[in-house]
């Protein structure tokens, strides 16, 4: 059991506006991931975090944003909301080979 | 670039038979592999994961094989039932500067029907 909960788990929001999704852990992996996964595509990681306060991109990171204050929580924010962001967003935690993923947050964006 | 392809994308088979799903991979250097389960609308679960020097292993009616020379694994489902029904995605790491980089495939989406 991954112990996450990512919230909301659906969004619609508009063009232009900033989201933040959540990502909770009751466990202290040291890592956690955002992914985003669409039809045709395999999971695609776009941040990851290695500690309190140590982020890094990954593969798909342009117009996301992240930040890691607490062990705990892992937000990934969009800056600007696009209509190529609708996707389905997975946090998960664990090491980068054996990770464990919660139960995903879809947001559509209009 | 590190690339991982399933096949076949769908599947649709009888409650009760076997299947057995495919994963091709492009990853060096290999560091693990690992197959996992996701239904509609959760997160993806893990099902087996196996070394370099793992052949075979089985998680109930499960059991995953690897062949490292070819560089294929495949998923066997034996007596399938319909809570089968879910895509299995094939996940490869390489081991990369003390950090493992993950591939995903795009899965195997499995039907199973009365």
């Known amino acids: 059991d991954a112990g996450i909960t990512q919230s909301p788990r659906h969004k619609v929001t508009e063009t232009g506006t900033p989201v933040t999704l959540r990502c909770h852990q009751t466990?202290?992996?040291?890592?956690m991931y955002w992914y985003r996964q669409d039809p045709g595509h395999g999971l695609r990681l776009i941040h990851y975090s290695y500690g309190v306060k140590d982020t890094d991109k990954g593969e798909v990171s342009d117009g996301y944003s992240v930040s890691r204050s607490k062990t705990e929580d892992f937000l990934l924010t969009l800056e600007s909301a696009t209509s190529s962001q609708t996707s389905v967003y997975f946090c998960?935690?664990?090491?980068?080979?054996?990770?464990?993923f919660g139960q995903g947050t879809r947001l559509t964006v209009v | 670039k590190n690339q991982v392809e399933q096949s076949p994308q769908s599947l649709i088979i009888l409650e009760g038979k076997n299947c057995t799903l495919q994963?091709?991979?492009?990853?060096?250097?290999?560091?693990?592999l690992r197959w996992y389960k996701q239904d509609t609308g959760r997160g993806p679960v893990s099902l087996t994961i196996?070394?370099?020097?793992?052949n075979t292993k089985s998680n109930g009616r499960y059991t995953a094989t690897l062949d490292a020379d070819t560089k294929q694994s495949s998923l066997h489902i034996t007596a399938s039932q319909l809570s089968d029904s879910a895509s299995y995605i094939c996940?490869?790491?390489?081991?990369?500067?003390?950090?493992?980089?993950?591939?995903f495939g795009t899965g195997t989406k499995l039907q199973v029907i009365p």
């Open positions: 996940v490869v790491s390489a081991e990369s500067g003390g950090y493992q980089k993950v591939t």
């Open positions: 466990e202290n992996h040291r890592y």
């Open positions: 998960a935690n664990g090491t980068p080979g054996k990770a464990f």
């Open positions: 196996m070394t370099f020097s793992e």
């Open positions: 994963c091709n991979y492009t990853v060096s250097p290999f560091s693990n």
